[in-house]
């Protein structure tokens, strides 16, 4: 599938249920392999970067089991595991070298992450900097800045830190890091990112805490299992959302979906151009908020002002949000997104890019992007860049463009949402 063609679709109707969320996939992982004893995970999502981490956490002598979505984790606790005796691959997924590399700045023995091409240019320094300050022993490619990532862990002192920019990830693996120390790490952030790890800690008998923007943790105090359920992907219906929005007379229900408010920044973004998503049946799964979203298509959406306060909870959600704006009439800008230009791609470069090849015009920032809306988008032939969430958004940018659009490098999607043509397929149909 390394080439698929769309074509407009007349209407976008129907209901669907989104892959499990990612992030939440990871950590369930994770969470469940240092606790003491067996856990259940129920709607756990397959895909390439969970089945990374699953496979990180097998390497380290965690027993992982399960058919299609249920897995069963009979973990370790904080100081069972082993030191590996193979190179740990994590693949395409951030999450997972970088999360990992908090929990193996804690154990005593050797260890090396590594990825694929994308994943080993992609900055390490953001982890390395503060975990070396907690006194792990890591070594990187090119100045400690790439991977692969040679690990020694062992006794950490807890650390207060204040990180220069909001991530998920680096707080994420500086409070799995916090687990190990003897005292309370503190860190705190400029913006709020995703709090999945702080929700999930918490209720597996971790001593931590929020205060506003800081985040407490102390350590020496062992995890229990977990029996939880995983919440649809905020991230993946967001596609969907974006292409109900564009062609006319659409209709769509996603079921099950978190609504976790720093996830949530797309709503904002699209509620500010002009477009309404309905949350029904909200409710909490496994102490997420989880809702249905209906949506429509509005009469037309106008152009916006984005900045760095709304990034971190749209930080997934930018490529299909650029494709909103190429159809608002006037001029968005959406600034404070510098972060972007390390993810699989540089998302700001290749939407930027892509958008072009399909007529819009586009003004690229070192932080952002602007885009001349309502201009009309043409099919063309657009590249993924190896990214599954430019695979996406140029789909549904195909679905409300004249004529057809051919997606290079589409198997892109299997990162995260491996059913995502065939949804799309379904819906449009």
Request: hydrophobic share 40%.
């Given at each position: ?25 990871h ?26 981490t ?7 002598g ?24 193979d ?19 804690g154990?005593p ?14 900055p390490?320094?953001?982890?390395i ?8 022993q ?11 990532l ?7 002192r ?17 409070l ?5 120390c003897e005292g ?20 597996q ?7 506003g ?20 992907d ?15 007379g659409?209709?769509i229900?996603?079921?099950n ?67 909103a704006a190429a159809?608002a ?12 230009r ?40 657009v ?22 659009t ?18 799309l ?5």
């Amino acid at each position: 599938m390394d080439r698929v063609e769309i074509r407009p679709a007349r209407h976008f109707k129907g209901e669907f249920f989104p892959p499990a969320d990612k992030s939440i996939s990871h950590r369930a992982v994770i969470l469940s392999s240092l606790a003491s004893g067996r856990s259940v995970v129920k709607n756990f999502l397959r895909a390439q970067d969970t089945e990374s981490t699953m496979n990180a956490f097998r390497r380290l002598g965690v027993g992982i089991t399960g058919e299609g979505g249920t897995l069963t984790i009979n973990g370790k606790g904080l100081h069972g595991l082993s030191e590996p005796s193979d190179v740990i691959d994590c693949g395409n997924s951030g999450t997972t070298i970088r999360l990992i590399s908090g929990v193996l700045s804690g154990n005593p023995f050797f260890s090396v992450l590594t990825g694929d091409d994308s994943l080993r240019s992609r900055p390490m320094a953001r982890v390395i900097g503060p975990l070396g300050m907690m006194g792990a022993q890591i070594s990187a490619r090119s100045d400690n800045r790439f991977p692969p990532l040679a690990i020694k862990g062992g006794a950490l002192r807890p650390l207060r830190y204040e990180m220069p920019v909001a991530s998920a990830q680096v707080k994420s693996s500086l409070l799995l890091a916090g687990l190990y120390c003897e005292g309370e790490t503190e860190i705190s952030e400029p913006t709020q990112s995703r709090d999945h790890t702080e929700r999930m800690l918490p209720a597996q008998g971790a001593d931590l805490r929020t205060e506003g923007l800081r985040v407490f943790v102390r350590g020496g105090r062992e995890l229990s299992p977990m029996e939880m359920e995983v919440p649809g992907d905020f991230s993946s219906a967001a596609f969907f959302i974006v292409a109900a929005l564009l062609v006319p007379g659409s209709e769509i229900i996603a079921r099950n979906v978190g609504i976790n408010p720093t996830r949530t920044g797309l709503l904002r973004a699209l509620s500010m151009m002009g477009a309404a998503v309905e949350i029904q049946n909200a409710r909490e799964m496994s102490g997420e908020p989880v809702a249905d979203l209906r949506c429509t298509s509005p009469a037309g959406l106008k152009a916006v002002g984005l900045t760095e306060e709304i990034i971190p909870s749209l930080i997934d959600e930018f490529p299909v949000l650029c494709i909103a704006a190429a159809h608002a009439e006037g001029f968005t800008t959406i600034r404070g997104a510098g972060e972007l230009r390390v993810k699989e791609s540089d998302r700001i470069r290749a939407m930027a890019s892509e958008l072009k090849k399909m007529g819009v015009k586009v003004e690229e920032y070192p932080d952002g992007i602007g885009i001349q809306g309502a201009a009309g988008l043409k099919g063309a032939e657009v590249d993924s860049h190896g990214d599954h969430r430019i695979a996406m958004a140029m789909a549904v940018g195909a679905l409300a463009a004249e004529g057809v659009t051919t997606i290079r490098n589409a198997s892109a999607v299997g990162i995260s949402f491996p059913s995502f043509f065939d949804t799309l397929a379904r819906l449009s149909s």
